[in-house]
């Protein structure tokens, strides 16, 4: 059976479960938390790097600051899409005023901008403020 390596939201351990096409349970071999949840995380650059290089679904990064409304406005938006992939894709949320390397690292130039990335490489991205539907059918792109 093949297998994916997921990297828990909850304690960052590297689990490696059976490729399905849904999940009705999941849970980490280490802290025992879901593997379900779909909360977009909020990452720093440890955080992403672990990510990256451990977790062999699609990441989709948000890179946003608090003070941006448009980034403001799309964030129930990109929570909306997050719950339609547990274990198809990990959302997750950077803030470029906290984690300005990681904008410089990017060529973050506008916010909100969404990075795709698959096998620790960029896949595609988008810049400006998107609806749900819009977002799902992106992510859905690139599964």
Known sequence: MQKINIVCPHCGGVNAIPVKESYTKAACGHCKGSLLDTKPLNVTQEKLDRLLLNDERLI???????????????????????????????????????EQNLGGRFGIRSIPTVIAFKNNRIVDQFSGALPASQIIAWVKKHL
């Open 60 to 98: 989709i990064a948000d890179f946003w600051a608090p003070w941006c409304g448009p980034c403001r406005s799309m964030a129930p938006a990109f929570e909306e899409a997050a719950r339609l992939f547990p274990l198809k894709a990990q959302f997750i949320k950077i803030n470029t005023e906290e």
